[in-house]
């Protein structure tokens, strides 16, 4: 995209990270903004980069424990009954 007074594409994306983290002058900030607005595939790229640390945290996370061995048997005994019971 090369539209006077917008950054282009190459811009966008070698500072689309100062302007997610807020590091830019506003009058930068809007411009590059509006060329988010218009331009798809930077603003997908922005989308994306948006959703990193999310997703890392999530791949990153330890699994969770498991259930206490008293909790385990209590849920399978529960699980027992029910199976049992007559349906209405």
């Known amino acids: ?10 811009e966008v994306h070698e500072h ?4 997610l983290d807020g590091a830019m002058p506003l009058r930068r900030r809007l411009a ?8 798809h595939a930077c603003s997908e790229l922005a ?6 640390p999310g997703f890392a945290k999530r791949v990153l996370a ?3 424990a498991p259930a ?3 909790a385990q048997r209590a849920l399978q005994e ?3 009954i029910l199976k049992a019971k007559p349906k209405d």
């Open 1 to 10: 995209m090369n539209v006077p007074f917008l950054p282009t594409c190459g």
């Open 16 to 19: 689309l990270t100062e302007y």
């Open 32 to 39: 590059y903004r509006i060329h988010l607005l218009l331009c």
């Open 47 to 52: 989308r994306a980069l948006r959703a990193l």
């Open 62 to 64: 330890p699994p969770p």
């Open 68 to 70: 206490p061995p008293e």
């Open 78 to 80: 529960t699980l027992r």
